[in-house]
């Protein structure tokens, strides 16, 4: 069965950095476009980034563009959130979400989450 | 930004009522909508996509209907595992989501 499983999250003060890891398992993960989306505590949904299957594509929302990296090694199965220059404002549930076949960012399954939390 | 505005924001319902929550998208969107269930602490989960499409395995109670710029997720006999925030997401241009609907127990 799917499972997508983050791992990273913890507590890191306003300008740090953290790496968020997803470990994917049962699915031919390099066929997927992969996506982090990312929820605020008592807030709503929030996409981030996607990365192609190839990773050769990659988006950002603007709230993180020129902040946040993502990437993935499809030989581990894995995919990863490089976040810098942190801010309050990113404290929240991080989620990776696999990709539908009929579009990149339809979400059909998600991890359980990881949370970061920003604060000094 | 493709901005989705989601109403009521939350309602109070028993078992056994047809729901409705609306969804109405800042531009065209096509039927490029789905629709999402949260529970407390779990990840949301994908209920119907290409705004009418049910995702294998949701019951078919949960049906959706709209295009362009307005869109409605219906819950036609609610059951008690369907007390949950409900979402709607528009993959037109990358993707936003709507604030959320809570659904209540009156």
């Known amino acids: 069965q799917v499972q997508l499983v983050e791992s990273g999250g913890g507590l890191v003060k306003p300008g740090g950095s953290l790496r968020l890891s997803c470990a994917a398992s049962?699915?031919?993960?390099?066929?997927?476009?992969m996506s982090w989306i990312r929820q605020a505590p008592g807030k709503g949904l929030e996409w981030v980034s996607y990365?192609?299957?190839?990773?050769?594509?990659?988006y950002y929302a603007d709230s993180v563009k020129g902040r946040f990296t993502i990437s993935r090694d499809n030989a581990k199965n894995s995919l990863y959130l490089q976040m810098n220059s942190l801010r309050a404002e990113d404290t929240a549930v991080y989620y990776c979400?696999?990709?539908?076949?009929?579009?990149?960012?339809?979400?059909?399954?998600w991890g359980q989450g990881t949370l970061v939390t920003v604060s000094s | 930004a493709i901005r989705m505005t989601q109403s009521p924001s939350s309602l109070s319902a028993s078992t056994g009522d047809r729901v409705t929550i609306t969804c109405r998208a800042s531009?065209?969107?096509?039927?490029?909508l789905a629709w999402y269930q949260q529970k407390p602490g779990k990840a949301p989960k994908l209920l119907i996509y290409?705004?009418?499409t049910l995702q294998s395995g949701v019951p078919s109670r949960f049906s959706g209907s709209g295009s362009g710029t307005d869109f409605t997720l219906t819950i036609s006999c609610l059951q008690s595992e369907d007390f949950a925030t409900y979402y709607c997401?528009?993959?037109?241009?990358?993707?936003?989501f709507g604030q959320g609907t809570k659904v209540e127990i009156k």
């Open positions: 979400a696999r990709g539908c076949v009929v579009a990149a960012t339809v979400f059909d399954y």
């Open positions: 531009q065209g969107i096509s039927s490029y």
């Open positions: 990365i192609s299957s190839s990773g050769s594509t990659i």
């Open positions: 290409a705004a009418s």
């Open positions: 997401q528009q993959y037109y241009s990358y993707s936003t």
């Open positions: 049962g699915f031919t993960f390099s066929d997927y476009y």
